[in-house]
Nanobody, 118 residues
Framework: QVQLVESGGGLVQFGGSLRLSCSFS????????MSWYRQAPGKERELVAG????????NYADSVQGRFTISRDNSVATITLQMNSLKPKDTAVYYC???????????WGKGTLVTVSS
């Protein structure tokens, strides 16, 4: 049973930085594509950043390109999202997602709230 636990959310001022982490428990972390999604109040959940099983295989939403960096450490089954130059529109609940590369397994964390004040 895969479990994902996010941490690192909080309140930050405009232009500040936060680092989110997602801890994966379960089997074969290295076979999961990992992603961060976010959902702002009244809006649909959207993809923020993803990282594949291959080193260097990352993708970002246009809105965060150049400001956010996703990384993974297979040795400790963790992903991180470094968020710089934060803006109020980045305010949302951020969710960690794990999608198995070869079957239908898809898992979500409970989310961590990021609030950016203007």
């Amino acid at each position: 049973q895969v479990q994902l636990v996010e941490s690192g959310g909080g309140l930050v001022q405009f232009g500040g930085s936060l680092r989110l982490s997602c801890s994966f428990s379960g089997f074969m972390f290295s076979l999961y594509r990992m992603s961060w999604y976010r959902q702002a109040p009244g809006k649909e959940r959207e993809l923020v950043a993803g990282i594949g099983v291959t080193v260097g295989s990352t993708n970002y939403a246009d809105s965060v390109q150049g400001r956010f960096t996703i990384s993974r450490d297979n040795s400790v089954a963790t992903i991180t999202l470094q968020m710089n130059s934060l803006k109020p529109k980045d305010t949302a609940v951020y969710y960690c997602n794990a999608r198995h590369m070869y079957n239908a397994n898809n898992h979500w964390g409970k989310g961590t709230l990021v609030t950016v004040s203007s």
